[in-house]
């Protein structure tokens, strides 16, 4: 791509760029070729994208993976320091463009279409880093803490109803949409309810939501007629630190890259069956992979 189609004219507009088309299919592109693309967790993306405003450009959601895609301008300079979870894509990784006009769905869609703005790395990466992350602002980045203390004191106050009932729904791997659909409430209601989950236990991801409310004695996980798939060391420790017990100083060396042990994440999701991260956690507990938050012996959690 050359420079001129990613020049910023004089409205802050970017440019509609090459590697949009007519098509009415969805089409690779690479990473670091034609764009730089920033994953974000959909549970940050979404406060990030409503921080951003009329500032964003190019936006993908995938609400099966719970995952976005900021795609900035080629050549963008990065901050290195970007929050847990979000991740820069390595050059020459394809991910699919779907038609300017699919906006909405559970697979890849636009949440910004091209042509409306430019999204500033040092923008997006203030955003993920502030105040719309209260969590993350009292927690470090999971690579220079000790293990996360995530077990509930003895008497923990109860959840409010509506929080147990999205909180359940959170295990099952069921996203915003469909909480909402099952719990006949607005998305926005839904989203209310996770982000208080997040500011009560300190947990910036939703995987970790779903550790402190099986730490914590609130929620069971939902049993499953699946045996639990064989597992290395390796996945047992990924899956810890996904969990937030564990700091990724218990990883084997050549998982402590970011982008590997995301990767890492991905394959154990699949192999599981897991429809997100939190259902994966939940899976795990259930399998008695994570004894610290689930007996399955007893069906009781553990105090």
């Given at each position: 791509m050359t420079a001129r189609a990613h020049t910023r004219s004089l409205l802050g507009r970017w440019d509609m760029p090459p590697w949009t088309s007519g098509s009415s299919e969805t089409l690779p592109a690479r990473c670091g070729e034609d764009f730089t693309a920033v994953r974000v967790p959909a549970d940050l993306a979404r406060p990030a994208l409503t921080a951003l405003g009329p500032r964003t450009g190019p936006v993908l959601a995938n609400r099966t993976t719970q995952t976005w895609h900021?795609?900035?301008?080629?050549?963008?300079?990065?901050?290195?320091?970007?929050?847990y979870g979000v991740r820069v894509m390595p050059k020459g990784r394809p991910i699919g463009i779907?038609?300017?006009?699919?906006?909405?769905?559970?697979?890849?869609?636009?949440?910004?279409?091209?042509?409306?703005?430019?999204?500033?790395?040092?923008?997006l990466h203030r955003v993920l880093n502030g105040p719309l992350l209260p969590a993350a602002q009292t927690e470090p980045p999971l690579?220079?803490?000790?293990p996360a203390r995530v077990a509930a004191p003895a008497k923990p106050r109860p959840l409010t109803p509506a929080q147990l009932k999205v909180g359940r729904l959170?295990?099952?791997?069921a996203s915003d949409t469909q909480m909402a659909e099952e719990l006949k409430l607005p998305v926005g209601t839904v989203r209310q309810q996770l982000n208080r989950l997040g500011r009560r236990f300190g947990a910036p991801t939703a995987a970790r939501k779903a550790t402190a409310l099986l730490a914590g004695g609130h929620l069971s996980p939902p049993p499953v007629q699946m045996l639990a798939p064989e597992v290395t060391p390796a996945d047992l420790a990924v899956l810890r630190v996904l969990a937030g017990l564990a700091a990724d100083d218990h990883l084997p060396a050549e998982l402590r890259s970011t982008g590997l042990f995301l990767d890492h994440v991905d394959e154990l999701r699949e192999r599981c069956g897991a429809r997100t991260d939190p259902h994966l956690i939940a899976l795990a507990a259930f399998w008695g992979l994570l004894p610290n938050l689930f007996n399955p012996a007893s069906g009781k959690e553990q105090p």
């Open positions: 900021f795609l900035l301008p080629h050549g963008s300079i990065l901050p290195d320091d970007w929050p779907p038609p300017l006009t699919t906006t909405g769905g559970r697979d890849v869609h636009w949440a910004v279409p091209p042509g409306q703005g430019v999204t500033s790395p040092a923008d690579a220079s803490t000790a959170l295990l099952t791997g």
